[in-house]
Structures are given as C-alpha cells and as structure tokens.
C-alpha cells in the first residue's frame, strides 16, 4: 500500500459521516480530508471520529475544509492544495430513504415508481464535481456513491465518469457468501462470488419480490469449482435474509467502501464488486489495483453480454434508457406516477437540466410529505 495517502472525502451526511468513521480506525490510510457545506456540524462529526477513533487505539490524520460543490473555483483550488490520491463523493441534494418516511400508501406508490425517478437529485451534485475535477485536470481516483449505475453512465456520455461507483450490487455478494458457505458447511473464505447486477436487483435480494425479478448474472465457485447450480445459489440470493431499512444500511456501504478504497491503494491486484466502472451501467465483479479498475473476466460471459445484462435492468428503476448524449428517458409509468401525486412532470432528463429538475423534484416531493404530516426539513 502507498504512504503518505490523502483520501478527500466530499459530502458528510448519513453515508459520508460512517464512512468517516470507518476510515478513521484504519491503519495506513495516510490523511483524511473532510470538505462539507456546514463547517459547524463538519468540524465536530471530525472531532468524533478522531476521538472515538483515538479510544479504539488509533491516531488517525482528519482535517476538515469548508466545501461547496456550487462553487468549482473553491473547489478546485482545495482539491490542488490537497493533492488527494482518491476522492470519495457522497453528496446529493436528498438522502436515498425519504418516502419511506411517507405513510406505508403513500411510500408504496412513491416507491413504486423505481428509484431512477430521483436521478436529478442525484446526478446534480456528482456532475458539478466531475466538471469541476476536469477543468482542474485532477489525475487521480474519483469514487461516488449516489446512484452510480445510472450517474456515472450518463456522465460517462459527456466524457465526465469518475473512476467507479460505490456499494450496489456489492452489497449483495456478502449475502450470496454467507448463505453459500452455510449451505457448504464451508468458510466463507473459501467461497468466491462473481455477480453482473443492476442496482434494481437490491429490492428484490433485500426487499420483499414483487413481479419480474430484474436480469443478473451469478456464479458461485467453491475451491475453485463452480457449484451455482448445485447450491441453488439463485435461491440463496433472493431467499428472505431480513435487515433494517433506513440510514442504518449505510454501515454495510461503507464498510464496502472501506474495501474498496484500500484495494485503490494497493499495487497488488484484488478481485471485488463494484458499480459503473469507467462509466459502464450497473455493476461488474472488477479487478481493483493502485493501476486503476477494468471489469474482470467471466467465464461464459462477454463484457458485452454483461453490460447488456445491465442495460436490461434500467427499466426495472423506471428508466427506459440512456441515450448517447446522456439523455436519461423515463419509463411512461414511472412518469406517470410523479405526475399524478406530486405534480411533477418529467418524461426525460437531460444532464445539464438536472439541477432544475432536482430543486423542482425535492419541494414538490416536501409539499407531498406535508400534505401526508411528514416533516422533511427535520430529516435533512
């Protein structure tokens, strides 16, 4: 592993702030840069760490720096002051969970629409970064974690993908080992995993299937055999495996996050899982070095049948697909189900229109909430 590292972690909300706490109780990482818009709440969530971290037995290296992605002169002059190696964004103008704060009707509706529906509140944030990091000419690693299966593909369209996404579909695998070696009465060491997925697929493998389960691709090798069928390793992925929704899943993000970054900082290659490398849809199992990300090889797959896989899935999220400009085009019911609740009408999205969209999108998303007695100033 490289010394002397720098991990700029841009945006400290419920994802941001664990895995600054993960980062902090880890041995050689180098420096960590915390850049946040509220300096006050900023300072004190790294005085946390470093304190609890300081407990644990670890003196990690935290500074905090005033960081508003709206302003790119800032913040290019920040990211060439601190020359990070990796650059971790976890910023978005609205937090993933908010519907399920709706009565159960209401989030029902809401969320039946598919996650794609929020992609400009998600997609704003991560563009301004990828723009600004480009004028800078940042040569480094660029990791974010707001919808990566469908951001950073339609950044990748405007020559603006960051390095590759964060958790997703790498959620998922540590389920599949689990069940797997439990079923080999095995050491989940011993298992490997190799899955092409969609973010779509996580409802159906954490949530409880309703309908058509989005296409994926799963292989399971024990000792180095593959034993996908024998196992029924489908059914152990979307078998019941209950755990808590909210805030609290971003622990099982960031601790794939974690991983991820260390393997960045590593000459010696590692085998994981991770969303849109290079911009590619969804998400691959990837071969992570200190040389960069590419898609690892599938035996009895082609990259192109993978993305394929992937580009199939987009749907299941409410997005009937990705144009070559970047376009995002909505599927008419997804549309359809904005419209009638909240008044918002958005059949496609174009990158630059997103910001917009997102401002319009967040208040008429709050005037829902309210009219339903939810509060949602409280939770942001």
Same mark, same amino acid.
């Given at each position: 592993?490289?010394?002397?590292? !720098?991990?700029? *972690?841009?945006?400290?909300?419920?994802?941001?702030?664990?895995?600054?706490?993960?980062?902090?109780?880890?041995?050689?990482?180098?420096?960590?840069?915390?850049?946040?818009?509220?300096?006050?709440?900023?300072?004190?969530?790294?005085?946390?760490?470093?304190?609890?971290?300081?407990?644990?037995?670890? %003196?990690?290296?935290?500074?905090?720096?005033?960081?508003?992605?709206?302003?790119?002169?800032?913040?290019?002059?920040?990211?060439?002051? +601190?020359?990070?190696?990796?650059?971790?964004? !976890?910023?978005?103008?609205?937090?993933?969970? *908010?519907?399920?704060?709706?009565?159960?009707?209401?989030? %029902?509706?809401?969320?039946?629409?598919?996650?794609?529906?929020?992609?400009?509140?998600?997609?704003?944030? !991560?563009?301004?970064?990828?723009?600004?990091? &480009?004028?800078?000419?940042?040569?480094?690693?660029?990791?974010?974690?707001?919808?990566?299966? =469908?951001?950073?593909?339609?950044?990748?369209?405007?020559?603006?993908?960051?390095?590759?996404?964060?958790?997703?579909?790498?959620?998922?695998?540590?389920?599949?080992?689990?069940?797997?070696?439990?079923?080999?009465? $095995?050491?989940?060491?011993?298992?490997?995993?190799?899955? =092409?997925?969609?973010?779509?697929?996580?409802?159906?493998?954490?949530?409880?299937? !309703?309908?058509?389960?989005?296409?994926?691709?799963?292989?399971?090798?024990?000792?180095?055999? $593959?034993?996908?069928?024998?196992?029924?390793?489908?059914?152990?992925?979307?078998?019941?495996?209950?755990?808590?929704?909210?805030?609290?899943?971003?622990?099982?993000?960031?601790?794939?996050?974690?991983? *991820?970054?260390?393997?960045?900082?590593?000459?010696?290659?590692?085998?994981?899982?991770?969303?849109?490398?290079?911009?590619?849809?969804?998400?691959?199992?990837?071969?992570?070095?200190?040389?960069?990300?590419?898609?690892?090889?599938?035996?009895?797959?082609?990259?192109?049948?993978?993305?394929?896989?992937?580009?199939?899935?987009? &749907?299941?999220?409410?997005?009937?697909?990705?144009?070559?400009?970047?376009?995002?085009?909505?599927?008419?019911?997804?549309?359809?189900?904005?419209?009638? +609740?909240?008044?918002?009408?958005?059949?496609?999205?174009?990158?630059?229109?997103? +910001?917009?969209?997102?401002?319009?999108?967040?208040?008429?998303?709050?005037?829902?909430? +309210?009219?339903?007695?939810?509060?949602?100033?409280?939770?942001?």
């Amino acid at each position: 592993m490289k010394t002397k590292t !720098t991990i700029m *972690l841009v945006g400290l909300g419920g994802l941001g702030s664990v895995v600054l706490e993960l980062l902090a109780r880890q041995e050689g990482l180098g420096r960590i840069v915390v850049g946040s818009r509220n300096t006050a709440r900023g300072m004190a969530r790294c005085n946390l760490a470093r304190l609890g971290a300081m407990a644990q037995g670890y %003196a990690p290296d935290i500074r905090f720096v005033p960081l508003d992605l709206n302003d790119k002169e800032a913040v290019a002059e920040i990211v060439h002051r +601190e020359a990070p190696d990796i650059i971790l964004s !976890t910023a978005t103008m609205q937090t993933w969970w *908010l519907p399920d704060l709706l009565p159960p009707a209401q989030a %029902a509706v809401i969320k039946g629409a598919g996650f794609g529906v929020w992609l400009p509140v998600h997609l704003t944030l !991560t563009l301004k970064l990828m723009e600004t990091l &480009r004028d800078a000419a940042y040569p480094g690693v660029t990791l974010t974690a707001p919808y990566p299966d =469908v951001v950073n593909c339609v950044l990748g369209r405007l020559d603006l993908a960051p390095t590759c996404g964060v958790g997703n579909l790498d959620e998922i695998v540590p389920k599949v080992r689990l069940l797997a070696a439990q079923r080999l009465a $095995a050491s989940p060491d011993a298992v490997r995993v190799l899955l =092409v997925a969609h973010h779509a697929l996580l409802s159906a493998v954490f949530g409880k299937p !309703t309908g058509e389960t989005p296409p994926y691709f799963l292989r399971v090798e024990y000792e180095g055999q $593959a034993v996908t069928e024998a196992i029924g390793a489908d059914e152990l992925m979307l078998s019941p495996h209950p755990v808590p929704s909210g805030p609290v899943m971003n622990f099982l993000t960031a601790s794939s996050v974690v991983r *991820l970054i260390r393997a960045f900082l590593s000459d010696s290659e590692a085998l994981l899982h991770a969303p849109a490398p290079n911009g590619l849809p969804g998400g691959y199992p990837v071969v992570v070095s200190s040389s960069g990300v590419r898609p690892a090889p599938i035996a009895g797959l082609t990259l192109a049948e993978a993305i394929a896989i992937n580009e199939r899935s987009h &749907r299941f999220d409410g997005i009937e697909r990705i144009e070559a400009d970047g376009t995002v085009v909505f599927c008419p019911a997804a549309a359809d189900v904005l419209r009638a +609740e909240l008044g918002y009408d958005c059949n496609q999205l174009t990158p630059h229109e997103s +910001e917009e969209q997102a401002k319009e999108l967040i208040a008429r998303f709050r005037e829902y909430a +309210e009219r339903y007695g939810v509060n949602l100033e409280r939770e942001t």
